[in-house]
């Protein structure tokens, strides 16, 4: 039972352009959501949030909405630069029950960014 | 110097074999994690544990058992490895604060474990 899931798992765009990365969620105790971006041979590091309370949060050049009414939320890199290319993980933590003070990973999308 | 280290980084192993993956920090967190990544299954949760005496199993704790033998010290333990468990393996950690949901998690570099 995956509760939160990332459909895409590759996406290649260019330099400069706009990556789009989508993850949605099954568990409606999720309060707060994350986005963890993971280069090869190291672990994931934490890239941008957002709290179930917003529906949008804005880092630099990253970007992540949330549609709760959906249970879908995305994360836009503008623009994008080869250096972004990793795999970034969805991430979601509840406010109680089982999922409380707890990560759930989506599966990953792998992203290339070309020259 | 790295803040969540684990060793070892690699470890090769044959089926039945005892393995432990340890893992330190020196962030003086409160919470640490063990986690798994599968091919098309992102991280999954193993154990964790919100201090040194509390342990708590997560997602997928069958086959696996941990230690937690100081703040700084949270080790893994396969009793009997099976080919299935081939996988890598990232320790974490995580700040503890009244109220507060949630506290960002930092990872270390990871263990690829082969079971064969």
């Known amino acids: 039972d995956q509760q939160v899931k990332q459909n895409s798992p590759s996406l290649s765009v260019q330099e400069g352009r706009i990556s789009i990365l989508n993850c949605d969620y099954t568990n409606s105790m999720f309060d707060y959501f994350l986005w963890y971006k993971k280069y090869p041979a190291e672990g994931p590091t934490f890239l941008i949030s957002?709290?179930?309370?917003?529906d949008k949060n804005e880092d630099g050049r990253f970007t992540v909405f949330l549609n709760k009414s959906a249970k879908h939320l995305s994360l836009h890199i503008v623009p994008s630069q080869p250096g972004d290319s990793a795999v970034y993980f969805c991430?979601?933590?509840?406010?109680?029950?089982?999922?409380?003070?707890?990560?759930?990973f989506g599966q990953g999308t792998i992203l290339t960014v070309h020259p | 110097d790295a803040d969540v280290t684990q060793t070892p980084r690699n470890r090769i192993t044959k089926t039945g074999k005892r393995i432990m993956l340890e893992c330190s920090q020196t962030?003086?967190?409160?919470?640490m994690y063990w986690y798994r990544q599968d091919p098309g299954l992102g991280l999954r949760l193993i154990y964790y544990s919100f201090d040194v005496k509390d342990i708590n199993k997560g997602e997928i704790s069958d086959g696996y058992s941990v230690s937690r033998q100081a703040q700084a010290k949270f080790s893994l333990s396969l009793e009997s490895a099976i080919p299935n468990q081939t996988a890598l393996y990232f320790c974490?950690?995580?700040?503890?604060?009244?109220?507060?949901?949630?506290?960002?998690?930092?990872f270390g570099p990871g263990t690829r474990l082969t079971v064969l």
């Open positions: 957002i709290s179930s309370i917003k």
């Open positions: 974490a950690t995580s700040e503890s604060e009244m109220g507060q949901t949630y506290n960002e998690q930092f």
């Open positions: 962030k003086g967190h409160d919470r």
């Open positions: 991430a979601a933590i509840g406010a109680g029950g089982t999922s409380y003070g707890k990560l759930t």
